[in-house]
């Protein structure tokens, strides 16, 4: 499936006369008539962040940056310097949003990005949080099946277009969203396509994207490259929800970046000229492989002015730059944004400023050199808590996967004062609307499933669960793949673990669905839903507090 669009020139005069308003000045076109100036405006990870993100999150480089009354007003600045400009964004756009836009099922985030003129998006990860006929509504609009419209009469979904190529519905053989478009910018046809990472599977819980098939992205992109070629595009963008890792100090040159879209970028055609990239939220631009490269940092931090210079007597770009641009908060908020916000803001402030408890310290998501952090270990003490009981599913132990675990819980009132946790604090930690559950494992399952944490080459890629208090074990880096966990230091209440014992253990349904990869999980037997993660951890807050971070002494690595 292939769209094709294109700007009017009541569109160019509109973008031309917008920037005039609000700077002043718009960029001239390269000065020979065979040159044409087009400008690509990126982002990727937005994540419902339309509020400022608290803490380490809204910062870059200690400037205070984020949220969407300043990035509206950063991105039409940018727009204004040239008439030749389309916005584009790399997937998750929404999923893990703050409450703001959570409540709302995301209907507010969705309402933004069309409103700062947003053309086109690849899915992501995210964007299936809630399942896909749930993503088919936010780009097709109706209001939500279960709770309506509360704060708007309709819902009309986006304006922009999700583009989804290696995203097939079994059903009808067909992508779920059209694969590419063609899009004139500057009297250039730019042909665009749609990806998500092939591993989304293990990202989301299989019934969010049960009958849909992901299929591999570089192939995906280059068959779809040659066929915007034959239809003239003198232009390829690929939009892909998949990141890199850059080595610390070489984030312009990508020469020692790790991760998997490193393989993706070698392997594609040279008709592919621009790749923006996300899901790692790291911040990076680099040419490789004759591709240019681009990812912002996550949560409305940065917008990527990507710069092209294109010859179209011969069809093909002469010069491609590019530069991420902080979303400083020093310019004047968007005032359509303000209202934006200001109608949500009511319900979703009465809401998160309930108390639910607090804290005598700060527990951080950050991982320590085992993969134990503070956050993780609160969430997975509060999954037990809730479970123990024989009539809530009688948990032994209780997991969680890191990734699950959003945000900090900050104490900010001073030593020897606690600091009071309200309903949106817990709510940012724990977005996903994960149910806990508790199924029974052998022994020798649970061995199994802590050594999946370590079983990829690719160190970049081990995912270490937080585990309750009540669970110990060791692990090493330098020991094969199978064989990295310690089993005889598994130990369970400070037994040692059996292997034929059977184990009744406390998870999201994210987990024992087989996300992240987990398949071991998904061999538990006999559930019992405890409730709503966040929920439980509400409840363990409420019962606990002030909670006090315990040391990180439950996994232990020894390389």
């Given at each position: 499936?292939?769209?094709?669009?294109?700007?009017?020139?009541?569109?160019?005069?509109?973008?031309?006369?917008?920037?005039?308003?609000?700077?002043?000045?718009?960029?001239?076109?390269?000065?020979?008539?065979?040159?044409?100036?087009?400008?690509?405006?990126?982002?990727?990870?937005?994540?419902?962040?339309?509020?400022?993100?608290?803490?380490?999150?809204?910062?870059?480089?200690?400037?205070?940056?984020?949220?969407?009354?300043?990035?509206?007003?950063?991105?039409?600045?940018?727009?204004?310097?040239?008439?030749?400009?389309?916005?584009?964004?790399?997937?998750?756009?929404?999923?893990?949003?703050?409450?703001?836009?959570?409540?709302?099922?995301?209907?507010?985030?969705?309402?933004?990005?069309?409103?700062?003129?947003?053309?086109?998006?690849?899915?992501?990860?995210?964007?299936?949080?809630?399942?896909?006929?749930?993503?088919?509504?936010?780009?097709?609009?109706?209001?939500?099946?279960?709770?309506?419209?509360?704060?708007?009469?309709?819902f009309d979904g986006a304006s922009f277009?999700?583009?989804?190529?290696?995203?097939?519905?079994?059903?009808?053989?067909?992508?779920?969203?059209?694969?590419?478009?063609?899009?004139?910018?500057?009297?250039?046809?730019?042909?665009?396509?749609?990806?998500?990472?092939?591993?989304?599977?293990?990202?989301?819980?299989?019934?969010?994207?049960?009958?849909?098939?992901?299929?591999?992205?570089?192939?995906?992109?280059?068959?779809?490259?040659?066929?915007?070629?034959?239809?003239?595009?003198?232009?390829?963008?690929?939009?892909?929800?998949?990141?890199?890792?850059?080595?610390?100090?070489?984030?312009?040159?990508?020469?020692?970046?790790?991760?998997?879209?490193?393989?993706?970028?070698?392997?594609?055609?040279?008709?592919?000229?621009?790749?923006?990239?996300?899901?790692?939220?790291?911040?990076?631009?680099?040419?490789?492989?004759?591709?240019?490269?681009?990812?912002?940092?996550?949560?409305?931090?940065?917008?990527?002015?990507?710069?092209?210079?294109?010859?179209?007597?011969?069809?093909?770009?002469?010069?491609?730059?590019?530069?991420?641009?902080?979303?400083?908060?020093?310019?004047?908020?968007?005032?359509?944004?303000?209202?934006?916000?200001?109608?949500?803001?009511?319900?979703?402030?009465?809401?998160?400023?309930?108390?639910?408890?607090?804290?005598?310290?700060?527990?951080?998501?950050?991982?320590?050199?085992?993969?134990?952090?503070?956050?993780?270990?609160?969430?997975?003490?509060?999954?037990?808590?809730?479970?123990?009981?024989?009539?809530?599913?009688?948990?032994?132990?209780?997991?969680?996967?890191?990734?699950?675990?959003?945000?900090?819980?900050?104490?900010?009132?001073?030593?020897?004062?606690?600091?009071?946790?309200?309903?949106?604090?817990?709510?940012?930690?724990?977005?996903?609307?994960?149910?806990?559950?508790?199924?029974?494992?052998?022994?020798?399952?649970?061995?199994?499933?802590?050594?999946?944490?370590?079983?990829?080459?690719?160190?970049?890629?081990?995912?270490?669960?937080?585990?309750?208090?009540?669970?110990?074990?060791?692990?090493?880096?330098?020991?094969?793949?199978?064989?990295?966990?310690?089993?005889?230091?598994?130990?369970?209440?400070?037994?040692?673990?059996?292997?034929?014992?059977?184990?009744?253990?406390?998870?999201?349904?994210?987990?024992?669905?087989?996300?992240?990869?987990?398949?071991?999980?998904?061999?538990?037997?006999?559930?019992?839903?405890?409730?709503?993660?966040?929920?439980?951890?509400?409840?363990?807050?409420?019962?606990?507090?002030?909670?006090?971070?315990?040391p990180l002494e439950r996994i232990t690595r020894q390389d």
């Amino acid at each position: 499936m292939m769209l094709r669009l294109r700007r009017t020139a009541a569109a160019l005069l509109l973008v031309t006369l917008a920037g005039c308003t609000s700077t002043g000045s718009t960029r001239l076109p390269a000065a020979s008539a065979a040159l044409v100036d087009i400008q690509i405006l990126a982002f990727n990870d937005f994540h419902g962040n339309l509020e400022p993100p608290a803490g380490s999150n809204g910062r870059w480089e200690d400037v205070a940056v984020g949220g969407i009354e300043y990035f509206a007003t950063h991105l039409a600045r940018l727009r204004a310097t040239n008439p030749n400009t389309i916005v584009v964004a790399a997937g998750d756009n929404i999923g893990a949003s703050p409450l703001i836009s959570s409540l709302f099922h995301d209907e507010p985030t969705i309402r933004a990005l069309g409103a700062i003129r947003l053309e086109f998006s690849s899915v992501g990860n995210h964007e299936f949080d809630e399942g896909w006929q749930e993503l088919l509504r936010m780009q097709h609009g109706g209001c939500h099946p279960v709770d309506g419209c509360r704060v708007t009469p309709t819902f009309d979904g986006a304006s922009f277009q999700y583009l989804s190529a290696n995203v097939r519905v079994d059903a009808r053989n067909d992508t779920l969203f059209p694969a590419t478009a063609l899009h004139e910018v500057g009297g250039i046809p730019v042909g665009l396509i749609g990806l998500v990472l092939k591993g989304t599977p293990n990202l989301v819980s299989p019934a969010a994207i049960d009958g849909l098939t992901f299929l591999p992205e570089a192939a995906t992109a280059n068959a779809a490259a040659d066929e915007l070629r034959r239809q003239g595009a003198q232009v390829i963008v690929v939009l892909i929800h998949e990141g890199g890792f850059p080595a610390p100090d070489d984030d312009e040159a990508c020469g020692r970046m790790s991760g998997d879209l490193v393989g993706i970028v070698r392997a594609l055609s040279p008709a592919i000229d621009v790749v923006v990239t996300g899901h790692t939220n790291r911040s990076y631009i680099c040419h490789m492989d004759g591709h240019l490269v681009t990812s912002t940092a996550s949560f409305s931090r940065q917008i990527t002015d990507i710069d092209l210079t294109v010859d179209r007597r011969r069809g093909r770009i002469v010069s491609a730059r590019a530069v991420n641009v902080p979303v400083t908060r020093d310019v004047a908020a968007d005032p359509a944004m303000t209202r934006l916000l200001d109608a949500y803001r009511p319900i979703a402030e009465e809401v998160g400023r309930r108390p639910v408890g607090s804290v005598s310290g700060t527990f951080t998501r950050a991982q320590n050199a085992s993969g134990e952090s503070t956050m993780g270990d609160a969430v997975a003490d509060a999954y037990l808590a809730a479970a123990r009981d024989p009539a809530r599913g009688g948990a032994r132990i209780a997991l969680t996967n890191w990734g699950g675990v959003r945000a900090d819980l900050a104490h900010t009132t001073g030593a020897g004062a606690v600091t009071p946790v309200a309903y949106g604090d817990a709510f940012r930690t724990l977005p996903f609307g994960n149910v806990v559950v508790v199924q029974t494992m052998t022994g020798a399952q649970l061995a199994a499933l802590l050594e999946q944490q370590f079983a990829a080459d690719d160190r970049s890629t081990w995912k270490v669960l937080q585990i309750s208090r009540n669970l110990r074990y060791t692990w090493s880096a330098d020991r094969p793949a199978g064989s990295r966990v310690d089993r005889a230091s598994i130990r369970i209440d400070d037994e040692p673990l059996n292997p034929d014992a059977r184990y009744r253990i406390a998870m999201p349904d994210f987990l024992w669905a087989g996300g992240d990869g987990f398949s071991t999980a998904m061999l538990g037997t006999d559930p019992v839903a405890v409730g709503p993660d966040v929920d439980v951890f509400v409840e363990y807050l409420r019962s606990h507090s002030p909670l006090a971070p315990l040391p990180l002494e439950r996994i232990t690595r020894q390389d």
